[in-house]
């Protein structure tokens, strides 16, 4: 048998990959090639009497009672509201129906060129389920003013990373807009501050959120200020989001967090997770909004264990969360955190003010 010397092993297995039959390499990328830019932000056209509110439960069931209420409430204010005929009768064990039946609704109403917004009733588990099957395209098409909390968490960082659409964290139908008793005035009056037409006398020009005569307070906790996009919501869904395709952006954005009826060793725990995967080294701010169900002493421990070290302002206490205190906070919007004045300001009007395309 002939032996093929070593050093010529190399320059036959080389000759073999670049032969006619080889299939070809992709073509290399030119060093001098601009890396991909993300698409440019939409915001939502702001909304005006005699636009169309439509109602959806893309996580757990309806309150019948409360959803009319709400209904009543809008329609007085000169809103039409569209709600689907199952919306408070269709229920499946702690969902409100299947996941199939779920993202059906959340889609058509994207869908529907007749409504201008599309609001989740409440939050409740459910919404993680059906974050595949959402129709973004559809979303990217036809930007609607997007509203909700708690569980929604899941659509607006979902949104943000597939549409880079701006959309609202605040307060519901069946909890918060449907009364306005103690603190669910305030909500209910910040929310249509943020996305009604009228608001904006004086055009793109932004504002500072309004904070409670008698409700929670901001404190510093690092002070400075920051500019950037606006990002975050429950704490528990940005950390079961973390690894999938729908993950919290972090680079020079500014966080937001909020949760409820979790210990404080709970909070330690995703907020362990955001600095293990690095995403909290990466935020220009944090805003930690209320976190009821903690324990104070433990839960300050906590936010010092991983917040007070930091070089990047953060606020504690802003009323942000599952309290009557639930300031809107536009997802995606540009703001300025001042820690030390412990106030946002959102520098450009989150929602379009020009003419509606027909």
């Known amino acids: 048998m002939t032996r093929v010397p070593r050093p010529l092993l190399p320059a036959l297995v080389l000759a073999a990959l670049t032969a006619s039959t080889a299939l070809p390499l992709e073509p290399a990328t030119p060093a001098s090639a601009a890396p991909p830019q993300p698409p440019a ?10 636009d169309t509110i439509a109602f959806v439960a893309p996580a757990g069931p309806a309150d019948a009672e409360k ?21 408070t009768t269709r229920k499946n064990r702690y969902l409100a129906g299947t996941d199939e039946e779920r993202a059906a609704e959340l889609n058509a109403a ?8 599309v609001f989740a009733v409440k939050g ?31 659509l607006h960082l979902a949104i943000a990373k597939k549409c880079r659409l701006v959309t609202f964290h605040g307060p519901m139908p069946q909890y918060g ?24 006398p004086k055009g793109d020009s932004g504002y500072t959120v309004q904070l409670p005569t008698d409700g929670p307070k901001p404190r510093k906790l690092v002070g400075g200020k920051a500019k950037g996009r606006l990002v975050g919501g429950n704490l528990t869904l940005i950390g079961a989001t973390m ?29 362990s997770q955001l600095r293990l995967s690095g ?16 324990d104070e002493a433990e839960l300050d421990a906590v936010f010092r264990d991983y917040f007070a070290g930091r070089k990047v302002p953060v606020v504690t206490n802003f009323p942000v969360g599952h309290t009557p205190f639930n300031a809107t906070l536009p997802h995606g919007g540009l703001v300025e955190l001042d820690a030390d004045a412990a ?16």
């Open 41 to 50: 932000w939409t915001r939502p056209a702001a909304l005006r009497p005699g």
């Open 67 to 87: 959803v009319a209420k709400a209904k009543e409430r809008f329609e007085k204010m000169g809103f039409k509201v569209s709600v689907p005929p199952s919306l």
């Open 110 to 117: 994207f869908k529907d060129k007749g409504s201008q917004a």
């Open 124 to 154: 409740g588990y459910g919404l993680t389920r059906i974050l595949h099957l959402i129709d973004y395209e559809a979303i990217r098409n036809n930007p609607k003013v997007v509203l909700g909390f708690s569980d929604l968490t899941g």
């Open 177 to 200: 807009l449907y009364r306005d008793d103690a603190g669910f005035g305030y909500s209910s009056d910040v929310f249509w501050r943020t996305v009604s037409a009228d608001k904006y």
């Open 243 to 271: 690894g999938t395709p729908y993950e919290i952006e972090a680079d020079g954005n500014i966080l937001f967090l909020e949760d409820t009826g979790e210990k404080a060793y709970r909070i330690d725990r995703v907020l």
């Open 279 to 294: 995403h909290l080294n990466r935020f220009a701010g944090v805003i930690l909004g209320t976190f009821d169900g903690a």
């Open 343 to 358: 106030t946002v300001k959102v520098l450009e009007a989150p929602v379009a003010l020009g003419a509606r395309k027909p």
